[in-house]
């Protein structure tokens, strides 16, 4: 069949490097695409967010299943104006994307479905959700309940931190309509993983976990971003404990969207804090993780393009899926100045020579050019996604880190520690 991946980042460049293995891949198309997608895929210029110029593409070129990357078109309607038209999807319409797209729609519906997730309340008058902060005390966390680009949540750990975050969302409208609206909720204390199921209704299946870097530094430091590395599996995440993450978060929400005749159709991303009396929710997302997959698509030994068809089509059940007995860590190399403002157009060099390191990938993210003649140029803040992989999880860092040694960018940075968690 001929496949169109919608997206532009690392996340896409990983799922179209897996699709293309697949015997049962025809022509496989990227929308937009990026400088190191086009070299697997027919890159096509139409934008994320736009729907019907996706509709029309996907007719056009006779596409068997969309598989749908960022959350954006998710939340907008894509795969509803897809599904509409009879053509097969991975990833879930419109009103079960809310599950990503509002947190107050989130919170409720993990409340009446009795997933464990952090005690919270919504506001939408600032005066009561400072009445509210003042009365829990810090440390406590205010989020906006919309689509803020992962900017939307503030750990306080002090009241006054609260206090600012309440109003920077609801009187400086500093991210627009998403903050107008806001869940403030109870401070968890454990270690963090990303854990994936595909799901089709009420049918689960678990997918893979990994651990992901946030801040922008070594050690843990610097602002939060979409993620500066990853590894996978995650160590913490044992059988044991997968099983209970399937049984008390995956199945229950699953099971609460299909009976709410909103069932989700896609990959379920449960960002879950490991605390002491067991996972605990902290949010969901609708889709998978960046750069999570970069470090998670290396191990899978099954046809990726099978397992995302069977979970479009209602067929989850056929899936059977197997995975290398290998480690894979992936580190994010960034524009300076990430996740703040950075420049455009600097010239990356050295990519062959990372190529041509052993058991490991470049994944490109906000890359342009690299057409004949042409220099690879950095067009974002997350540029690229280097990956390696070996028996362990030090063995994988070796792996990335020497492919990232090979690469001439002044212009980027990244993090030298991904991995120190498993490592330690
Ligand atoms: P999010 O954008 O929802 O992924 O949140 C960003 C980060 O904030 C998460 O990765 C956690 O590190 C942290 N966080 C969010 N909610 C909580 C919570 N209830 N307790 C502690 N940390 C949290
Ligand atoms: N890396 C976290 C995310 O994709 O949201």
Redesign the pocket.
Known sequence: MNVLIIGSGGREHALAWAIKKSHALEKLYCAPGNAGIENLATCLPVAVDDIPGIVDAAKKHQIGLVVIGPEGPLVAGLADALRDEDIPVFGPNKNAAQIEGSKGFMKDLCASAGVPTAKYKRFTSAEEARAYVKQKGAPIVVKADGLAA?KGVTVAMTLDEAMKAIDQAMVEDVFGEAGKSVVIEEYMEGEEA?FFALVDGDGAMAFAHAQ?HKRAFDGDQGPNT??MGAYSPAPIISRDMQERVMRDIIFPTARALAAAEMPFNGVLFAGLMITKTGPRLIEF?ARF????TQAILPRLQSDLLDALYKTATGELRRVKLEWKNEAALCVVMAAKGYPGAYEKGSVIKGLQDAAAVPNAVVFHAGTRGGGPGEEIQAWGGRVLGVTGWGKTVKEAQHHAYWAVDQIEWEQGFCRRDIGWRALA
């Open positions: 992962g990303s992901d979409g993620g997302n993780g960046d750069p999570e």
